[in-house]
């Protein structure tokens, strides 16, 4: 006779891991767990908007390269990374070893990524376009086989539904707090060191990068637990994944709610320094002004979290975005040059910003136990590779912003003259264009098919189908 549990192998692991997760009425992750699982976002934040607002015009500006040059590098390296995403994502589900699945890959992405950021924040003197192309690929595919590799590993920390939403807020938490930290550096060594220049600042963000990556990843190596692996992979097969988008209903909400959620805060940010120093006659207003719309988006992440658990995650993204949507209006009748009228109401503005990004990632490890339940497999690092592909399309295309400014008439080069017409079609710009896309977001999310009940319900199916399909491999190697 054979002792069946011994038999059942890493099946019977997975289906002990998902009923412990079940049975559990209350969370199962520790503050400090979900604490050491976020810290590595706080360093990877600084490829976002810290690179464009200082890097890119230092090479510009510090080093003399051409505008148009580095914009087609950017612009290109993001294409790269449409393409690579995906192939990142299966091979991430597609790893076996004793380590697991997801702590290599992001093991892996550490010294890339710091001598990516340590060559392209830190530059000689001579340096290159090719020199900028070079670095700034690599830091950008670094960043996404970490990016990926880390979601993926936070999503299948948990079963819970709603813990799901407090694992990825609190990781949305973390990435804000990053940037905010990065961006206010140059901000402190000036303060410190009136005259530091721009090497003198971009540096420092390099240095702070390099050094907290290791530090944090390693925090998360050491005191995260990654789920025991599925005993089955699936193969890279570009026609099912075309066949996977088009048959899961739920995906395809996500997907183009993720591409529209990207497109309005692109917008946004790509108009907000024309925003401030030509429609409200703010010019030197900006870097206050921003670090406080992001600091609200910070502090307010925790309520969103909360909301969540009372009103489910898409419809607190739909509230969030109902919020922002009723606010932006507002702003076209707020008074010209008023520093502190123009700053609480950016304050009040701020407050949405976090909500957006961690509910659809909470969302989508809900998709993924749709179609776990279906095949078998747990590819959260393809899915999520897809939800990272659309963020990215989308900020990508919110340069389209550009293109109507020139109908209304407005220049945003130094010493252009524009028009109070070509001003107020700036403002009208900013606002109404977001919010279309916001509103179409709410149209999209406004009746998801998964909900926590819905959601309780598959896990408890492929609980029940791992369990029989462990009894089966038990009982065969019985007989």
Known sequence: MVDSSSQAGPQCAQSNWMQGRLSMTGFTLSGRTIAAYVLPTAPLAALGLPLVVYV???????????????GLVLIVARLLDLLIDPIIGWASDTTRTRWGRRRPWLTAAVPFFVIGVFLLFMPPAGATIGWFAAWIILSYLAYSVATISHIAWG???SGHYHERSRVQGWREFAGIAGFLLVLALPVLLEIFDPHATIVDKVSLMGWFVCISMPITVLVTLLYVPEPPMPSTAHKLDVGAAVKLIAGNKALRK???ADLLQGLAPGITGSLFIFMIAYYFQL??????????????GLLFVPMWIKLSYKISKHRTLCAALLYTSALMPILLFLPKGEFWIIMPAFILFGVGY?????????????VIDIDTLATG??????F????VMTNKLGYAAAGLAYPVLSIVGFDGRPGAVNSPEAINGLGLTFVFLPLLFMLLTVWSMWNFPIDEFKQREVREAIARKR????????????D
């Open 254 to 256: 996500l997907l183009l």
């Open 377 to 382: 497999s747990e590819r959260s690092g393809l």
């Open 56 to 70: 890119a015009p230092f090479y510009v500006s510090g080093l003399g390269l051409d505008q148009a040059q580095v």
């Open 384 to 387: 999520y590779s897809l939800l």
């Open 283 to 296: 010019p030197k207003a900006f870097s206050i002004v921003l670090f406080i719309y992001f600091v609200a």
């Open 155 to 157: 999503a299948e920390l």
């Open 467 to 478: 369990e029989a399909a462990a009894a089966e491999i038990a009982a065969m190697k019985i």
């Open 354 to 366: 976090g909500a957006g990004g961690f509910l659809l990632r909470s969302i989508m490890a809900d």
